[in-house]
Nanobody
Framework: VQLVESGGGLVQPGGTLRLSCTAS????????MSWFRQAPGKERELVAA????????NYADSVKGRFTISNDDAKNTNYLQMNSLKPEDTAVYYC???????????WGKGTLVTVSS
């Protein structure tokens, strides 16, 4: 299983980015897909998660109303749409896949998001 993130970069406050997580050798229907982030000097934290059916999503309070997580099963890709970005959103963002039945976790290598003027 391989998860590859993309879409990070430098954006001004109030700006928008869309992160992508493309999975290989993994079927989304068997996994809970999530995004975590880790800012310098801080612990990794859960940002957003989506069930395999896409019917349930969960967000950190700090991103509710600004971020949206979704799956494109046909492309085997998960997305994190990030709007109204703030400097405190600056972090390395990691894609995670956790097996519904196995509980096994897979991680991507991360993509850096920097929000700064």
């Amino acid at each position: 299983v391989q998860l590859v993130e993309s879409g990070g970069g430098l954006v001004q406050p109030g700006g928008t980015l869309r992160l992508s997580c493309t999975a290989s050798r993994l079927t989304f229907s068997y996994y809970l897909m999530s995004w975590f982030r880790q800012a310098p000097g801080k612990e990794r934290e859960l940002v957003a998660a989506i069930t395999s059916t896409g019917g349930t999503t969960n967000y950190a309070d700090s991103v509710k109303g600004r971020f949206t997580i979704s799956n494109d099963d046909a492309k085997n890709t998960n997305y994190l749409q990030m709007n109204s970005l703030k400097p405190e959103d600056t972090a390395v963002y990691y894609c995670n896949a956790r097996g519904r039945f196995s509980g096994i976790n897979y991680w991507g290598k991360g993509t850096l998001v920097t929000v700064s003027s």
